[in-house]
Antibody, heavy 123, light 107 residues
Framework: QVQLQESGPGLVKPSQTLTLTCTVS??????????WTWIRQPAGKGLEWIGLICNSGTTNYNPSLKSRLTISLDTSNNQFSLSLSSVTAADTATYYCAREYDFWTDYYYMDVWGKGTTVTVSS | AIRLTQSPSSLSASVGDRVAITCRASPGISSALAWYQQKPGKAPSLLIY???SLESGVPSRFSGSASGTDFTLTISSLQPEDFATYYC?????????FGGGTKVEIK
């Protein structure tokens, strides 16, 4: 059973870079037709897709974050990471990592989620 | 970006009720729609993918359907554990987008 676990700082100062890591257990980030995605949710609000990386190395980012965002894959540690630069209070949210699988269809869906990690941007 | 409009934003229902939540996509997205359930303090979990396919382990009282650009999640007989917030999400094109959510509360 694949499990995902987010890790990173709970508090980041404005203008700094936020780096989060998602560790995958029970499966490999480099095998199968999967992509690995990040989603965030401000307290009491809806879900926002941040971006993803597939195990082919292909990335796709939300245009609203693209200029500040890098998502990378670390196959040696079975992890993938998010780096978001120049953070502001608007980046305060719970951040989730998830696996995307195609279920033998033409599209990918988020079938396994981490529990989430809360990040606060404040001085 | 593709816009997903969910309705209603909230509803009150009783155990045993039949509940329907709608998600309208603009522009169209073929069948590339998923439904997720989120309970307070928890991560979302996948219920339905490809508009109408039931994820493994999800109770059969959950079903999804599509008609053009309108998608519906139906719970045939609401159970106590179903009180949660439900989100639709499109996978047709990037950026991936979510609907605004529907909170299902106890009447």
């Amino acid at each position: 059973q694949v499990q995902l676990q987010e890790s990173g700082p709970g508090l980041v100062k404005p203008s700094q870079t936020l780096t989060l890591t998602c560790t995958v257990s029970g499966g490999s980030v480099s095998s199968g037709s999967y992509c690995w995605t990040w989603i965030r949710q401000p307290a009491g609000k809806g879900l926002e897709w941040i971006g993803l990386i597939c195990n082919s190395g292909t990335t796709n980012y939300n245009p609203s974050l693209k200029s500040r965002l890098t998502i990378s894959l670390d196959t040696s540690n079975n992890q993938f990471s998010l780096s978001l630069s120049s953070v502001t209070a608007a980046d305060t949210a719970t951040y989730y990592c998830a696996r995307e699988y195609d279920f033998w269809t033409d599209y990918y869906y988020m079938d396994v989620w981490g529990k989430g990690t809360t990040v606060t941007v404040s001085s | 970006a593709i816009r997903l409009t969910q309705s209603p934003s909230s509803l009150s229902a009783s155990v045993g009720d039949r509940v329907a939540i709608t998600c309208r996509a603009s522009p169209g997205i073929s069948s590339a729609l998923a439904w997720y359930q989120q309970k307070p303090g928890k991560a979302p979990s996948l219920l339905i993918y490809d508009a109408s396919s039931l994820e493994s382990g999800v109770p059969s009282r959950f079903s999804g359907s599509a008609s053009g650009t309108d998608f519906t999640l139906t719970i045939s007989s609401l159970q106590p554990e179903d009180f949660a917030t439900y989100y639709c999400q499109q996978s047709n094109s990037y950026p991936l987008t979510f609907g605004g959510g529907t909170k299902v509360e106890i009447k």
